[in-house]
C-alpha cells in the first residue's frame, strides 16, 4: 500500500486578521471519492479531531485562557458560537470584534474553526436573537400553542424574521470571506442550532394553521414522489399507509397526528433554513450545514425538540433547504453507534459537532471515523473536560493524528472497521466479519493488575473499586493478513467465517507508531503481551497501535 503524507497546518496561519483575495480552489469543500465524502482543506482531506465550546464561551477574553489546554488535547478544530445579538446588537449595524478574536486566537494556536450560527434559534428557543427583535413582536411574531399562548420560540411562518435572519448570516459570511477567505481558518459553518418546536409538535399561529390545513407544497411532492424508493424508512411507510397520494392537505397525504405535524414543522424550518444558508452561500461558499437534538428514548413529537434535521426527517430537510450540504447529529445517548449509523446512511457525511465528554469520547471518535466514514467529531464543553476523559482524548486524537492518511485511504472501502461493544450481552465475543476473517471480540473497561502481579486477565476485571474506561478499536488492513489494530481495553483472536477452513495464527505483532505516513517499530509483543501468540490485546488504560500478520495452518 502506498502511504498518503502526514501534513502540518501550522505554517499556513498567520496570527492578525487581514484582507482576504477571492476565494480559489483551495477554499474548504466536500468531496466524494472512494465511496465517502470528505472534507478538503486547502487541497488535502482533513479530519476534524475538534472540540465544542460550552454555549457562553464564545468570547475571545474568555476563551484566551483554555487555548493552551484546547492545544493538548490534540485537537486541529475548535467549534465555537457565533451569536446574532453580539454582532448586530443594532439593526443593520453590526460589529465582527468577538467573530475577529476567535479567528485570530485560532490562527496563533494553529487551529481551524467550525462557527455556529446562534440566529433565529438555538436549542429550540430564540434566546439570542437581538434584544430588538425580542421586544418588537408585532414585527417578529411568536410561535404560539394550542391555547393561543405566545412562546420563546420565533415562529417560521414570518417572511420578516426569516429575511432579517438571512441578512445577518449574509453579512456574517461576507465578512468571512473578506478576512478569511485566502487563509481558511473557518472551514465550516453551522446554520441555526438544534431546531425543533417543543412543547407541542406544530406552531398554532394563524400562519401555521392555514399552511397546515392548505395543500402539501407541490415541490415537496415533486421531491417524494422522484425518490420514493430511496426514502427514509420512516417517511415512506407513512407516506404508503395513507395511499401514496401524490397531493392533498398535510392530514390527506400523511394522516392524523403529531408525525404528521412534525413533518409540516420540518418543511417549513427547512425552507426558513434555505432562505438563510443561500444568502450565506451568496457571500462565501463554505459548507454548511444544520445540526439536531436527538430524541429520547419513548419520546413522541412535542415532548423533544421536533421537526429539526432528524435522520427520519432527512427527506423533507433536504427537499427544504437544498443549500445545507448534510445534517448532524448531537450525540448524548449511550447508543452511540446506532445514532452515528443512521446519519451516515443515504450519502450523508456524518459530521458529529457535539458529543459528551465522557470517557467514551476517545473511544465514539474511533467508530465515528473508522466505522462510518465520517470527517469530524467533537465533544461538547470541550474547555471543561476533565481526567481522566481528557487524558484519554488527548491520546486517541494522537493515535488519529498518526492514522489519517490510512483512514482517508480506506474510508469507504471494505478494508477498514471500528470495534465497539455492542449494547447486546457480551456474555460472548462480538463476532465481526472483516474480508476472509472473523474478527471474535472482547472489551475490558477495567484496567487489570499488571502481569508482575501473577495475573493474566483475560476475562476483564469487574472489581467494584476501578474506574470504568472506554473499549474501542480502529482496524485497517495493510495487506493480506496484515493488519494494523490501534486502540484500547480490546482483545481479539481470529478465525475463518467457513467451518473446515485452515485455522487462523498470529505470525507476529509488534506495537509501534506512524510518523509521516510511515510505520516505527517499537517492540515486538509475540509473548506474554499476545498470550504467546494466542491473541492481539490492547490493554485497557493506554491507548496502543500494534501491526499483527496472521497465517493459516491445520
Request: hydrophobic share 40%; proline share 7%.
Amino acid at each position: 500500500m502506498r502511504f498518503l503524507t502526514q501534513w502540518c497546518i501550522g505554517a499556513l496561519f498567520s496570527v492578525s486578521i487581514v484582507a482576504a483575495a477571492p476565494a480559489d480552489s483551495q477554499l474548504p469543500r466536500l468531496d466524494r471519492a472512494g465511496g465517502a465524502t470528505q472534507l478538503w482543506v486547502d487541497g488535502r482531506p482533513f479530519l476534524i479531531q475538534g472540540g465544542e465550546l460550552s454555549n457562553s464561551s464564545g468570547e475571545p477574553d474568555y476563551l484566551r485562557p483554555s487555548w493552551p489546554k484546547l492545544k493538548a488535547l490534540n485537537l486541529n478544530t475548535v467549534i465555537a458560537p457565533v451569536y446574532w445579538d453580539v454582532i448586530e446588537p443594532a439593526e443593520a449595524k453590526f460589529d465582527f470584534a468577538t467573530v475577529d478574536g476567535l479567528v485570530t486566537d485560532a490562527r496563533a494556536n494553529q487551529m481551524r474553526l467550525v462557527l455556529l450560527w446562534f440566529g433565529s434559534w438555538k436549542n429550540s428557543m430564540s434566546c439570542y436573537v437581538p434584544s430588538w427583535v425580542k421586544k418588537d413582536t408585532a414585527r417578529f411574531p411568536r410561535a404560539r400553542d394550542s391555547q393561543g399562548q405566545a412562546l420563546e420560540i420565533l415562529t417560521p411562518f414570518s417572511e420578516l424574521s426569516r429575511n432579517t435572519d438571512a441578512r445577518a448570516f449574509a453579512a456574517l459570511m461576507r465578512h468571512l470571506r473578506e478576512t478569511d477567505g485566502a487563509l481558511h481558518t473557518v472551514i465550516l459553518v453551522q446554520v441555526e442550532n438544534e431546531i425543533g418546536m417543543i412543547p407541542e409538535a406544530r406552531d398554532r399561529c394563524s400562519a401555521a394553521d392555514t399552511a397546515f390545513g392548505g395543500p402539501v407544497p407541490t415541490e415537496l411532492m415533486d421531491y417524494l414522489t422522484k425518490r420514493q424508493d430511496t426514502l427514509s424508512p420512516e417517511l415512506r411507510d407513512r407516506w404508503a399507509a395513507h395511499g401514496h397520494r401524490s397531493s392533498g392537505t398535510w392530514k390527506e397525504v400523511f394522516g392524523e397526528g403529531s408525525a404528521t405535524s412534525e413533518l409540516f414543522m420540518a418543511w417549513y424550518f427547512g425552507r426558513y433554513v434555505e432562505t438563510v444558508a443561500e444568502a450565506g452561500r451568496r457571500e462565501y461558499a463554505l459548507p454548511l450545514y444544520a445540526n439536531a437534538a436527538l430524541i429520547r428514548p419513548g419520546f413522541q413529537a412535542g415532548q423533544y425538540p421536533s421537526a429539526g434535521p432528524l435522520p427520519h426527517l432527512i427527506d423533507i430537510w433536504r427537499a427544504a433547504a437544498p443549500s445545507l450540504d448534510f445534517i448532524s447529529p448531537d450525540i448524548y445517548f449511550p447508543n452511540f453507534a446506532e445514532w452515528a449509523d443512521r446519519y451516515a446512511r443515504n450519502g450523508n457525511p456524518l459530521f458529529i459537532p457535539e458529543a459528551l465528554r465522557s470517557t467514551e469520547a476517545a473511544v465514539n471518535n474511533l467508530y465515528a471515523f473508522g466505522a462510518c466514514g465520517g470527517f469530524g467529531f467533537s465533544p461538547f464543553g470541550i474547555e471543561s473536560m476533565q481526567e481522566p476523559a481528557s487524558g484519554l482524548l488527548r491520546a486517541s486524537n494522537d493515535l488519529i493524528r498518526q492514522l489519517t492518511p490510512l483512514i482517508v485511504a480506506n474510508q469507504g472501502k471494505e478494508t477498514m472497521i471500528s470495534l465497539l461493544a455492542p449494547p447486546a450481552d457480551q456474555s460472548k465475543p462480538h463476532e465481526i466479519p472483516f474480508g476472509d476473517l472473523v474478527l471474535n471480540v472482547t472489551y475490558e473497561r477495567l484496567e487489570s493488575p499488571g502481569l508482575a502481579d501473577g495475573v493474566i486477565n483475560e476475562a476483564g476485571d469487574h472489581s467494584s473499586t476501578r474506574v470504568p474506561l472506554p473499549a474501542g478499536a480502529i482496524v485497517i488492513q495493510l495487506g493480506q493478513d496484515d493488519l494494523l489494530i490501534g486502540g484500547i481495553g480490546v482483545t481479539v483472536t481470529f478465525s475463518s467465517p467457513t467451518p473446515g477452513d485452515p485455522r487462523i495464527g498470529i505470525l507476529d505483532c509488534a506495537e509501534g507508531r506512524y510518523e509521516d505516513g510511515q510505520w516505527h517499530h517499537q517492540r515486538w509483543l509475540n509473548g506474554d503481551q499476545t498470550h504467546q501468540g494466542r491473541h492481539v490485546r490492547l490493554e485497557p488504560g493506554h491507548f496502543a497501535l500494534q501491526r499483527v500478520r496472521l497465517y493459516r495452518y491445520h
